[in-house]
């Protein structure tokens, strides 16, 4: 059987083919010319399977779809603190290039304007390293995200570099508040480097889908970077990925995303996927219009908006089992899926209802697919009371599903290995 992703995935490129709406940025000759027809939209979950249509194998620059990555680049080298000291995290609600600097201070309101951006870039590499080492940091930066060596299109570098007076501009403010601690030149020139980096969709789709996976990239398996860091990315990417049109994007796609000016559109849903499409003409805001369209239906069809997030907690219980043998009353407890603060709850909630006075509470934890630190402090608090009143309680873990199943002071708590052991266990009340 042919998989019926990718036809679907053309279906919605169909549709939107025919809008030629929107200009190709015309800044520099390079993107001027830029072919306005190609379309491609590339789609990789967070286990690494890559789909992808149309024109997925041409190679553009990745222009501002590098910012977020640089960010969390530089989180990651020096810290949240030191990097919040610079750059802000306060939706700008004005378009990419504009100043944006707090009043006071000159620190630019965020990671994804220009501003920003360049004061991002400067954070990157050993202070006082120098431009060189930086721009290979980012570099190899950008193609860890990736999972593959990327390459600067030199020729669209020297053309950007050439008309570059308002970033120049912008790096000469930075410094002069003191954001920036190095030549602004040389700044800008790693800066313009790192926009001239050139990706495919599925380049996109795959550095989309890292972050999506707390860091983890889905085919390399290599932590670029800590969850902690992808968390605090994507919620700029959230709030100021889309510049001035940040409201209407979340509110109509809802999805972390990230625009460039060479036709590029990339979205990262936590947990799931990340999507990528690339059609060269741009609205005023300076998105793709198709594929900020691509990105409507995709949404839309795929259920994809952040605020739709289907419950967990109902899911948790699979099975909830009693039998009675001589030494008393037994309940087992199957759990499912994920264990997090809403679905402990739901157990809490049953345990509490369902085994007033049961001798015996097992907790089968073997479906569990994660256990979020929440959910397992929960769990063993329920394990502990249970314990505490008197009642024995068996945890079934063959796998160590439940790390570091200790229950706390006074408590008991067995753990069983094997269905078989449980069952020896059980039948010897029987
Ligand atoms: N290189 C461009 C610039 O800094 C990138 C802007 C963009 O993609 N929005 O002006």
């Known amino acids: 059987m042919k998989s019926p992703i990718p036809d679907y995935l053309s ?218 860091v992808a968390r605090q990315v994507l919620s700029v990417m959230t709030t100021s990925g889309m510049y001035d049109a940040a409201g209407d994007w979340v509110t109509t796609v809802g999805i972390p995303a990230k625009s460039g000016v060479a036709g590029g559109l990339l979205g990262a849903l936590p947990g799931q996927v990340g999507v990528a499409t690339f059609s060269p003409r741009l609205d005023k805001h300076g998105h793709s219009v198709r594929g900020v369209q691509l990105f409507r239906r995709l949404t839309d069809d795929m259920g994809m908006h952040l605020m739709e997030i289907p419950s967990p907690g109902q899911a948790v219980l699979r099975k909830v089992r009693t039998f009675d043998g001589p030494h008393g009353s037994s309940m087992v407890f199957q759990l499912q899926g994920r264990l997090g603060f809403t679905t402990a709850e739901v157990v809490a909630r049953e345990v509490v209802e369902q085994a007033p006075t049961t001798d015996r509470v097992i907790f089968d934890v073997e479906l569990l697919y994660k256990v979020e630190e929440v959910g397992r402090v929960m769990l063993l608090e329920v394990c502990r009371r249970l314990s505490l009143e008197g009642r024995e309680v068996i945890l079934l873990d063959s796998e160590g599903v439940l790390p570091n199943p200790v229950p706390g002071s006074g408590a008991t708590l067995k753990v069983v290995t094997s269905r078989e052991e449980l069952i020896g266990l059980a039948s010897a009340d029987q």
Request: glycine content about 8%; overall charge negative; some cysteine.
């Open 11 to 228: 279906g919605i490129m169909d549709s939107c083919a025919a809008d030629v709406s929107g200009e190709r940025a015309a800044y520099i000759p390079e993107l001027a010319a830029a072919d306005p027809d190609r379309l491609a939209v590339a789609l990789c979950t967070v286990d690494g399977v890559v789909y992808a249509v149309g024109d997925a194998d041409a190679e553009f620059t990745i222009q501002s779809i590098s910012k977020p990555f640089v960010y969390a680049l530089a989180l990651a080298e020096r810290g949240f603190s030191s990097t919040l000291d610079k750059v802000g995290v306060e939706p700008s609600g004005d378009a990419f290039n504009d100043f944006s600097l707090e009043p006071d201070t000159g620190r630019p309101r965020n990671p994804m304007i220009n501003a920003g951006a360049i004061a991002t870039h400067s954070l990157i590499g050993e202070p006082g390293a120098g431009a060189e080492e930086r721009q290979e940091r980012v570099l190899a930066g950008l193609s860890a995200f990736a999972g593959r060596r990327l390459e600067v299109d030199e020729r669209v570098f020297a053309s950007e570099l050439e008309t570059a007076h308002r970033n120049l501009a912008l790096a000469h403010m930075l410094r002069s508040y003191g954001i920036i601690e190095d030549d602004p030149v040389e700044v800008v020139r790693g800066y313009t480097r790192q926009c001239s980096v050139l990706v495919t969709v599925r380049d996109l789709a795959v550095m989309a889908a890292t972050l999506a996976n707390g860091g983890r990239h889905p085919t390399t398996d290599v932590q670029v970077i800590s969850a902690r």
